[in-house]
């Protein structure tokens, strides 16, 4: 097992000409690796029907993918494009951020969660040898709008393309990411034992053993 203490020193998402973003402030983790470096071109992805062979057309590949989410849906979780993100991570871009409009209580509510430390296999940490994760974060767009407006990306125009086929839209900026981990110098995880007594006067003496883990 391998623990995970949280730390956003030095952990940026740095625009060119514009502001630097910080964790947790402004991103926090998402889906994909948890550490690393990259840098690439922005594009944004909008619309809904997207599969494999469409995907492949959108040139996606080393650049940094914004998918901007609704007001009603400002996680994803009924965003056709969050569930295909299988289909965009295929194409290797840089990195994949959704960009939320979440409001303030809601985002230090999740960025309080994701900086929990955690205990994780350590399998689960190293890809298969020779294989490329894609990093996914969730970007708050108060944080991002300001850029974005000042290279003439009207995000409220482009989510009126949420229907139809995918459609990925240039923009003439560079994103490059530093997220770093820590592992924790020490870590404990409790053992839980519970005993219910049968009511048999006799087979109150055996026990049945049943072990499960605690956090499933």
Do not use: C
Not at 23 to 52: C, H, K, W, Y
Not at 73 to 83: A, K, S
Not at 131 to 136: H, K, L, Q, S
Not at 151 to 162: E, F, H, I, S
Request: glycine share 10%; hydrophobic share 45%; proline share 8%.
């Amino acid at each position: 097992l391998i623990p995970f203490g949280a730390t956003d020193v030095g952990n940026v998402i740095a625009v060119t000409g514009g502001p630097t973003l910080r964790f947790p402030q402004d991103a926090i983790s998402g889906a994909g690796p948890r550490e690393g470096q990259t840098s690439g071109r922005v594009v944004i992805l909008t619309g809904a029907r997207l599969d494999r062979a469409s995907a492949q057309q959108l040139g996606l590949a080393g650049a940094v993918v914004l998918v901007p989410l609704a007001a009603e849906d400002p996680t994803g979780l009924n965003h056709p494009l969050v569930r295909n993100l299988g289909f965009i991570n295929a194409e290797r871009p840089a990195a994949t951020l959704f960009v939320t409009p979440l409001g303030d209580a809601e985002w230090q509510r999740r960025a309080a969660s994701v900086r929990t430390p955690r205990v994780s296999p350590a399998w689960h940490e190293e890809p298969p040898s020779g294989a490329r994760t894609v990093p996914v974060l969730l970007v708050r767009e108060a944080s991002l709008r300001p850029v974005l407006q000042r290279v003439g990306v009207d995000l409220a125009a482009l989510r009126q393309a949420a229907t139809g086929a995918a459609t990925a839209t240039p923009v003439d900026l560079t994103i490059s990411i530093t997220h770093l981990q820590r592992a924790a110098s020490a870590v404990s995880a409790p053992n839980v034992v519970g005993i219910v007594e049968g009511s048999d006067p006799v087979l109150k003496h055996e026990y049945i053993a049943f072990s499960g883990h605690m956090d499933h």
